[in-house]
């Protein structure tokens, strides 16, 4: 100490000045260091609120923008777009899983009269094809069997209700009678099917630009899934002769149509109050719920004689 204080007489003034600016220097420096060392849980501690920048999404904010940009033509065309591309997706997936079981329930409009709605449990497998229904409801107790290439191309149907006593019968998939309470043969049931058919009939949609609205609706669920929600709209009977409104939910992990509805056109000489409409034009409407895919389904499950199942009992 003795050293350094002769040492600092023999400076000069500016040297003086120096040499106390860096002693101030190291001294915060130190003190800096010994405020910043971590401290023990509980002990008395200064929170500072910084302000953060806002973030700014950039895909969100480029999307609005384009929305901006878009006539309302071409904002329904790309919410249709939008809704083929996650269909497409589902569709792979489908190819991809070889059996499920579901519930399906449907409501179709046939012969000119809206049947009743019927629920089923399904069993289906993609290869071969195959496909297993007991209803629950309608006709209780039925049950319909078809797998491609056994029976002859035929399905096994055994009645239900009143009728479960009587033997089990063949039919043609597309034999009117069959076909007396459905709008599609047998051999188009499932999911994969109903994906197909979306796609198809949306692809066309976007060529002959036939539709005035495409919105895509707040999530709903279906059952326990949450599913995201197209509403489509035609512009008139001339361009789309069959389809007025369509209702698509669509699975948003597994890109699968869980739920459809599509409505006609009112009768011309009909007065309808608008809300009434879509119950007086209700064409189809399929909901599919309680999937479990690769159930590890075997040819047992699409065998007639099965001890589960009553084809073969009188």
């Known amino acids: 100490m003795r050293f350094l204080l002769r040492r600092l007489k023999s400076l000069n003034p500016q040297q003086k000045a120096n040499g106390t600016a860096t002693a101030v220097g ?33 895909q969100q904010a480029a999307t609005q923008e384009t929305d901006a940009n878009l006539t309302p033509e071409q904002r329904a065309e790309r919410n249709l777009s939008k809704k083929v591309a996650i269909l497409e997706k589902g569709i792979a997936f489908l190819k991809s899983t070889p059996d499920y079981t579901a519930q399906f329930t449907k409501r179709e409009l046939v012969n000119g009269e809206l049947l009743e709605e019927q629920t089923m449990t ?7 094809f195959s496909v ?53 043969p047998i051999t188009r049931a499932g999911l994969l099917a109903l994906a197909n058919t979306i796609v198809e009939y949306n692809r066309g949609d976007l060529q002959s630009k036939n539709f005035s609205k495409c919105v895509q609706l707040e999530d709903q669920l279906v059952g326990d899934r949450m599913c995201c929600s197209y509403l489509l709209e ?13 209702i698509t939910l669509i699975d948003k992990e597994w890109c699968v149509p869980l739920f459809i509805k599509n409505f006609g056109w009112p009768n011309e000489d009909a007065a309808t109050a608008e809300a009434d409409l879509d119950e007086a034009t209700l064409i189809e409407h399929y909901t599919y719920s309680g999937i479990k ?13 099965n001890d589960d199942y009553r084809f073969h009992r009188n």
């Open 293 to 305: 895919f690769r159930s590890s389904l075997s040819a047992l499950d699409f065998d007639h004689t």
């Open 234 to 246: 035609y512009r008139d009977r001339e361009v789309s002769v069959d389809y007025r409104k369509s």
């Open 122 to 128: 399904m069993k289906l497998r993609h290869e071969p």
């Open 26 to 58: 190291l001294l915060t420096i130190a003190f800096l260091h010994l405020e910043c060392q971590p401290r023990p849980a509980g002990a008395d501690t200064i929170h500072l609120s910084i302000a953060k920048p806002s973030v700014i999404n950039l």
């Open 132 to 184: 297993y229904l007991k209803w629950h409801d309608y006709e209780t107790g039925r049950e319909v069997m078809y797998v491609d290439g056994v029976n002859e191309g035929n399905m096994l149907v055994h009645s239900g209700g009143w009728k479960a006593k009587l033997p089990a019968i063949s039919l043609s998939p597309d034999s009117s009678l069959a076909m007396k309470e459905a709008r599609y």
